[in-house]
């Protein structure tokens, strides 16, 4: 029957999507254990920052920038303004007597300001950074010792996310979630490489910096996975803390996770050539597992549902599969009424809410990828709240001194 074999597909792909690739990464990391030849080391970094309307946030982070635990005349700053008008270039301005350098550029997307940004930068290796992160003291030195193995040619440090009264109960999913994704990342990194890296830290080596040919495509997928194009590992550094303050509500991350997964699948497209596995090994099937597998799952999910509700009548199974994901997407309706409710810090109502959240979220970048719907300009969604950052930054340096 048509409907049931809908019914298993979806539910055998579904499987192998959360826990059959999982799976797949332990036995191939254990097997291979590719490990980091980690040597202490401070080659001369270009802290690459690209901005757009940050006045709120830009002095903390260039504060944070300027204390870290790594040589000073072996750290240049560059702060990349993507034609910011709210007083952001101003403020970086008046650290140039501190070695900041500003590049003001007109408003063209924010591939364009790295672009710019790295045709400028002197240093050895560059390191990429989200203008609202806040970066441990030892973070860079973390970074640069994995350089030391010459097979490394790319470097993703560990972002984690602030606890904050401010934000509804979604992030909370986005940092269960998070939790996975390095979790899955020490895994792929004993494989060989991980799938790409994170805007909020990571690094490369300067001569393996290209460039994408296209600004509709997310920048640290695009530049990341360059590395692996080019023969090079790209491997995940736990110890390089990158601290972040996750989107305050709901729709604010629900509309970044669909301009991020748009681009991102742009990005894909961009590096197709990374799917062969003839020729990139296990690598491609990290790579279509994790960033193309994972972006059609809202679509098994809905194939699930519909054909196990026309299958509840045929007997007890399908009526529970039937019953038992209704009652999942109630709880994740619930987790949405009470996502600013003392209710909806229970895991029983926040993650279904973002894992629904999430899905809807790539099912809507698939349709608008189809669509031909192209998003180039960049708006920031997560901006940390001066006294929060002021908070970390003196708890990270008294901590360190």
Known sequence: ?????????SFATLIYAYAGFSLLVIIIGRWRQRRVRQAPM??????????????????????NALSLDYPAEALEIIVASDGAD?????????YADRGVRLLSLPRRGKIYALK??????TGEIFVFSDANSIYAPAA????????????????CGNQIYLKTKSADHC????????????????LESLTGSIVSAHGAIYAIRRELYRPPTSAAVTDDFAISTAVVEQGYRLVFESEAVAYEEPAPAANREFARKVRIMNRGLRGVMLRKALLNPWRHGFYAVELFSHKVLRRLVPFFLLSLYVSSVI???????????????????????AGYLLRRHRLGRLKGFYLPFFYCLANAAALLAVVKLIGGRRIELWQPQRQMLP?????MTQSLRSNFS
């Open 171 to 186: 992030s909370k999913g986005e940092t269960l979630y998070w939790s996975y994704d390095k979790w899955l990342k020490r």
């Open 86 to 94: 709210d007083g952001t270039e101003a403020i970086v301005a008046s």
């Open 140 to 155: 860079l030195r973390m970074l640069a010792r994995n350089f030391a193995d010459p097979e490394v040619g790319g470097v």
């Open 387 to 391: 006294n929060v950052r002021h908070k």
């Open 311 to 333: 299958l509840s009548s045929n007997g007890r199974f399908y009526f529970t599969a039937a019953l038992g994901q209704t009652f999942f997407y109630a709880l994740a309706g």
């Open 116 to 121: 710019a940004a790295a045709a400028r930068a």
């Open 42 to 63: 401070t080659p001369r970094m270009s802290l690459i920052i690209p901005v757009w309307n940050e006045a709120n946030t830009i002095a903390s982070r260039l504060d």
């Open 1 to 9: 029957m048509i409907i049931e074999s809908i019914f298993w597909l």
